[in-house]
């Protein structure tokens, strides 16, 4: 076992990585001090607001948790140098965008902000430090942090020299919605590393809470691209699924039993096979992305192009939705109504990164189409920003709307975008005599079940199900 002993520890980036990883570290090692510090004040401020209804993000327990560590031995702040100065073990926990510029705009990981927080590691750590990849990194990242924090002994300032550090990886794995169950019972915890005293370090930490055999340690190479490599399956399921739904709606067949049928195969599995409007959430499209651009920089194009499909159909589902909208209202929505039910990326979460719902929204809104948009936890700034930086043609109007029925009034179709559990069991009858007839609804998520609506004169139609 390692002889580096863990007192305190600092999270550089307080968002939905850093923010609920460290509040399960704190809360399952209560000795341990946890510093999660950012440069976004606003951020800052909202870890630290008394109303834990009005935390930055919302995840289902996160507030039960902030509420018994917070003040007393996990604390949220901006002072970057004492921080970092007092930490013995440093989580890198930053945003990786795609790049939008420059080499490999579009595809590869835009480190700058990694870079930045190693630059600041570099200068303001003391003694002996571990530093750990908590973002999602391309493979042989490890060597360039290394690399950075090496430059700080070039200083001559007496406490300089004897500053020495460890890197490992250590991925993340949850999905947001289910974060905190996902940290307290994970599948694994994969660590990637050389040193086997920093590694120990790191297990015995996780080892509060998480069974041993379920922590997985391997190189540092194999646990960064781990990482990458199960985000590619994951959204690659979903893009399989995505693809047979469109062919049951060609063919008569139900996505819903094929998706069953299929499942109950254990080599297969039953999970992440819901079709739907198309995989959202900040990081599954720029992993691929970045796995294919990793592809074509180690002279594997045929590796690129492989995965690049996966994003590829992504997109024509999202495209394919739309159009069938357009389509089933004769062609036009120019003027019409149309309500939206969920903008977050999935349920449970107030995050809407490359949700399926701002694409969809906005080809609506270039056509002219006039959108009442209702989502439990989205605000109307975050849809106002999504739809800001897509700079697209609107020709539509959109509102946010209080309720469901709010969101219904005189609309000529409604459109499910997200899961929410308020979704499912409408009481469609009622529902239907606040809108315009004929009426449409069109099911992105198997919400609704098509014996609700059987008594109205709601025309229903439901993704990856034929007639
Ligand atoms: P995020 O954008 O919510 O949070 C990142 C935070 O880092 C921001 O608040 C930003 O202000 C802060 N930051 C940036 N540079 C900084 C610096 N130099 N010093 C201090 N703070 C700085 O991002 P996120 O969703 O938490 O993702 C972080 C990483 O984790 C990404 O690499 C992502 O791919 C990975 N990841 C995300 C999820 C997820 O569900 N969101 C899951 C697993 C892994
Ligand atoms: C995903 C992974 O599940 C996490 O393991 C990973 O840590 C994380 O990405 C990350 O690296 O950021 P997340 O994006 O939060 O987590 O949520 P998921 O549950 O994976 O859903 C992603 C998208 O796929 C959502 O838009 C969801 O609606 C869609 N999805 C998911 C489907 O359309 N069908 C499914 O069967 C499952």
């Known amino acids: 076992m390692s002889s580096i002993k863990i007192q305190k520890i600092c999270c550089i980036g307080a968002g939905y990585v850093g923010g609920p990883t460290m509040s399960v570290i704190a809360d399952k090692c209560p000795d341990l001090e946890v510093r999660v510090v950012d440069i976004n004040n606003e951020r800052i401020a909202a870890w630290n607001n008394s109303d834990l209804n009005k935390l930055p993000i919302f995840e289902p327990g996160l507030d039960r948790i902030i509420s018994r560590t917070r003040g007393r031995n996990l604390f949220f702040s901006t002072e970057m140098e004492k921080s970092i100065s007092d930490a013995d073990m440093i989580f890198i926990s930053v945003n990786t965008p795609t790049k939008t510029k420059g080499l490999g705009a579009g595809q590869a990981s835009d480190l700058s902000w990694v870079e930045a927080s190693a630059r600041q590691v570099a200068e303001y750590a003391k003694g002996h430090t571990i530093v750990i990849e908590k973002s999602t990194l391309p493979v042989r990242t490890a060597q360039a942090i290394k690399e950075i924090l090496k430059t700080t002994n070039r200083g001559n300032k007496k406490d300089e020299i004897s500053k020495t550090f460890s890197v490992l990886s250590n991925p993340e794995f949850l999905a947001e919605g289910t974060?905190?169950?996902?940290?307290?019972?994970?599948?694994?915890?994969?660590?990637?590393?050389?040193?086997?005293?920093?590694?120990?370090?790191?297990?015995?930490?996780?080892?509060?809470?998480?069974?041993?055999?379920?922590?997985?340690?391997?190189?540092?190479?194999?646990?960064?691209l781990s990482k990458l490599a199960a985000n590619a399956f994951l959204a690659q399921r979903i893009s399989s699924i995505n693809s047979i739904s469109a062919f049951c709606e060609a063919t008569g067949a139900d996505v819903q039993e094929v998706a069953k049928a299929i499942g109950t195969d254990k080599r297969i599995g039953n999970q992440f096979l819901s079709a739907g409007p198309g995989f959202g959430g900040s990081c599954f499209k720029k992993d691929i992305l970045n796995l294919v651009y990793l592809s074509g920089y180690f002279g594997l194009p045929e590796v690129a192009n492989y995965w690049n499909q996966v994003v590829v159909l992504n997109t024509w589902q999202q495209d394919r939705i739309y159009k069938i909208v357009l389509e089933k209202l004769f062609g036009t929505v120019n003027g019409k109504n149309i309500a939206i039910l969920g903008f977050s990326f999935k349920a449970n979460t107030n995050d809407t990164r490359e949700s399926p719902a701002i694409r969809i929204c906005s080809d609506l809104l270039e056509e002219g189409a006039i959108l009442s948009i209702y989502d439990p936890k989205v605000s109307f700034k975050r849809i106002a920003e999504d739809f800001e930086k897509l700079s697209f043609n609107n020709q539509g109007i959109w509102k946010m709307a209080n309720s469901i029925p709010d969101a219904l009034k005189n609309v000529d179709a409604v459109l499910i975008l997200t899961a929410w559990d308020e979704f499912f069991g409408l009481d469609w009858n009622y529902l239907a005599s606040l809108m315009r007839s004929p009426t449409w609804v069109f099911d992105t998520r198997s919400v609704v079940d098509r014996k609700e609506i059987e008594n109205t004169d709601i025309n229903l139609w439901k993704l990856g199900e034929g007639n």
């Open 179 to 224: 974060a905190i169950h996902d940290l307290e019972k994970p599948d694994r915890v994969l660590i990637g590393g050389e040193d086997p005293e920093a590694v120990d370090a790191l297990v015995k930490i996780y080892l509060n809470w998480v069974p041993s055999k379920q922590i997985i340690c391997t190189n540092l190479w194999s646990s960064e």
